[in-house]
């Protein structure tokens, strides 16, 4: 059964004068949450074999600090079409660019990824559903388990959420 992670970027800071979004960089809060959920991740064993990332600074960012508690060869793919991407966007990102991967962690932006995580978050823990539909904060993680088919069958309505974390359940600071 595929398990796919939907990290959101981290807490990253306003963008300053004559800098464009996709520039934006992390700020401290953002640099210990990402690192938090890193360590989650490997604690338990939410460890992915392929990344898709948006390549914009903050999602790279994230990223770098999740890294180190990733395994070394996870195979990263920096995919354009993440930043600014629709929940549509994304599912159709996730069926070209997935294949092979059992395990698939997606790094990149609200609101796409809260829509996405929603749209497939239809099965498991009621309160953990309820918890991830009210709100998807800055370096928020989501584990869902997803029916066979591959993921080019990915389609919304058909995962099962194993897990929502946030920072700030792991003792961090609070995302927004």
């Known amino acids: 059964m595929p398990r796919l992670f939907l990290l959101r970027h981290a807490k990253s800071s306003p963008a300053g004068p004559g800098q464009k979004?996709?520039?934006r960089p992390l700020n401290?809060?953002?640099r210990v949450a990402a690192a938090a959920v890193g360590r989650f991740m490997a604690d338990s064993d939410f460890l992915p074999d392929r990344i898709l990332c948006s390549p914009a600074v903050r999602t790279r960012e994230t990223l770098?600090?999740?890294?180190?508690f990733l395994p070394e060869?996870?195979?990263v793919d920096y995919v354009r079409e993440l930043?600014?991407?629709s929940a549509e966007g994304m599912f159709r990102v996730i069926a070209d660019h997935a294949a092979g991967a059992d395990r698939l962690l997606v790094v990149g932006h609200n609101p796409s990824?809260?829509?996405l995580a929603r749209a497939l978050s239809h099965d498991g823990d009621r309160d953990l559903i309820d918890r991830l539909k009210a709100k998807y904060p800055t370096a928020a993680l989501a584990a869902i388990d997803l029916p066979g088919g591959g993921w080019s069958a990915i389609r919304p309505g058909g995962g099962r959420l194993v897990a929502h974390v946030t920072p700030e359940d792991l003792g961090g600071p609070a995302g927004d």
């Open 28 to 30: 401290g809060r953002g």
């Open 113 to 115: 990824m809260h829509m």
């Open 83 to 85: 930043y600014e991407s």
């Open 21 to 23: 979004d996709f520039d």
């Open 64 to 68: 770098d600090h999740v890294r180190p």
């Open 73 to 75: 060869d996870t195979h």
